[in-house]
């Protein structure tokens, strides 16, 4: 019989957990040929969500467990889950019901096709609100003009993983993680499935704009470091100030007739030059900035525990 390991990130779900659990058992109940693993990622929750998964673990062994050490963030979250996960397949999920269960046996029947990587492409969105949609359009526009790597618009992370998709992931071990980037780096046989995203049943959205603002720029350069926006933020008021000046002075040439002074020209270089600097500079800061972080060779995350068994890092 084949294994279906279905991936859940959690971070304060404890609201979601009950419902989520209820329909995918109707979902596991309904595929009786595939045995099951629902693995959740506890992404150090402060609320009760570790407390709920080991309650139902109680009464039905196909869920299991990863319990972080403190919140690594879901990136992180999703790559403990494929290194723990034990399917023929997997399938990721978020745990507020926004990626309907039920779309998974549409999933299944085409990796039974021999489809490697089956993702859900959103064609609707219930209760975002424009702006995040508006956003996440753009942001989508703008990454596929910076990247060589076809990027799937519209897609999440829900999505199902054969074996061999799974095992070169795990080998993409940076630390600065942009998983849909990597869905689409490790290339292998595609197939999209259309699906209406619906609001999320149960507690609040773990992103604000702030994150999602972090995760864009993440996205983007694939390796933020805060020299290169440190660096930016000096070079642009540096240049509004060559801008301002520049109106200045040729202002003065045209409308009182006074020729440009040497001393002007001199402190519209000045700035030109300093503005051009700075952000050369913070370019240069970003890759050294990337190198430091992979140097340090971390382990990506810290497990507090797996299937009640406490881990011990050896
Ligand atoms: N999540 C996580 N760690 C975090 C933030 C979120 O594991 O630091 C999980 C969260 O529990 C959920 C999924 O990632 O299962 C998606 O989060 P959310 O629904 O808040 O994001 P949205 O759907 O609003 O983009
Ligand atoms: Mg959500």
Known sequence: MKKISIIIPAYNEEDSLPILYDRIKKLMDNMSSYEF???????????????????IREKDNRIC???????????????????YATGDCVIFMDADLQDPPEL????????EEGYDDVYAKRRSRKGETWLKKFT???YYRILQKLTKIEIQKDT???RLLDRRCVNALKKLRE???????????????????????DPRVAGSTKWNYGKLVDLAIDGITSFTTSPLRLSTFIAIPTFILLFVYFV???????IIHQAIQAFQAII????????????????????????????KNRPLYLVNEYNGKKEMND
């Open 37 to 55: 693993e629902i693995l959740f990622v506890n992404d150090g929750s402060k609320d009760k969500t570790i407390e709920i998964i080991k309650e």
């Open 65 to 83: 467990y990863v319990d972080f050490s403190r919140n690594f963030g879901k990136e992180i979250a999703m790559i403990a889950g494929l290194d």
């Open 104 to 111: 998974i046996p549409e999933l299944v029947k085409y990796w």
């Open 136 to 138: 996440s359009m753009m």
């Open 156 to 158: 999440g992370d829900f």
């Open 175 to 197: 630390s600065q993680r942009n998983t849909k980037s990597m869905f689409s780096w490790i290339g292998y046989k595609k197939k999209e499935v259309l699906y209406d995203r």
């Open 248 to 254: 200045y002075v040729i202002a003065k040439c045209v």
């Open 268 to 295: 519209l270089l000045i700035l030109f030059f300093s503005g051009v600097q700075i952000l050369l500079f913070g370019i240069v800061g970003e890759y050294l900035g990337r190198i430091f972080n992979e140097t």
